[in-house]
């Protein structure tokens, strides 16, 4: 096969823990992107789908066993060389476990995303591992609450998801704002609307609205002095 017509399709590992991202930066001797840091990433083999292709290359090149969303983040195409190429990035979690690096590479860090975004030459693969970054943490549920701007309710808000993500850090992947008119206040948890001020009549009290989310996502879970916390006067 003549280089005109060589094409390479590729994965990409954006593997995550405790906020930050695992970069590699490529051995020396490499023949392509030789001292460049970069995140997990591999060719797919013959007969391979991109999904296999991530977890193998996970194993081979840093030695975790991450936890992958099966739904690629984001692709696009590239250059290996004169090669044209096609990269499908994946997004990982991995909470512990050492890093054991393959000859593919020399060194490796955890950086945040400003981090890694200063230290890695590949602006599609940047583009790619923060949009891999903003996403929820792998198999925990999404808070979203609505609130309504013509009511100036931004920060009951915004309070409301702070005490609810300082409550369940651990059980829930992302807490989200989103604008709304017309006196909306819904909290919504993942696809479920669990509170809505225009069908109960009122704002939740912060104990009520804690419970709910405990009973949907960590029901053997102790609230403590969060149960009988009172809610602020409005």
Known sequence: ??????????????????????????APDKDAGAGAWEAISGRVMPG??????????????????????????????????????????????????????SSEHDRFSWMTLDEFTRACPFPQLVEAVRRAGSQAAIGRPCLEIVYCTQCRWLLRAA????????????????????PGTGGVFDVRLSDETIWSRQTQGRFPELKELKQIVRDRIAPEKELGHSERKSDPAT
């Open 48 to 101: 391979e789908d991109p999904l296999q292709a991530a977890l193998r290359e996970a194993r081979e090149e840093c030695g975790l066993e991450p936890a992958i969303d099966p739904r690629p983040i984001a692709s696009y195409q590239a250059k290996r060389n004169r090669d044209d190429m096609i990269v499908v990035v994946y997004r990982g979690a991995s909470e512990t476990g050492d890093v054991v690096l």
């Open 159 to 178: 309070w409301t998801a702070q005490e609810i993500l300082t409550t369940f850090e651990g059980e829930i992947g992302a807490v989200a704002l989103r």
């Open 1 to 26: 096969m003549s280089d005109s017509t060589r094409f390479i399709a590729a994965v990409v590992v954006a593997v995550f823990r405790g906020g930050r991202v695992l970069a590699m930066r490529r």
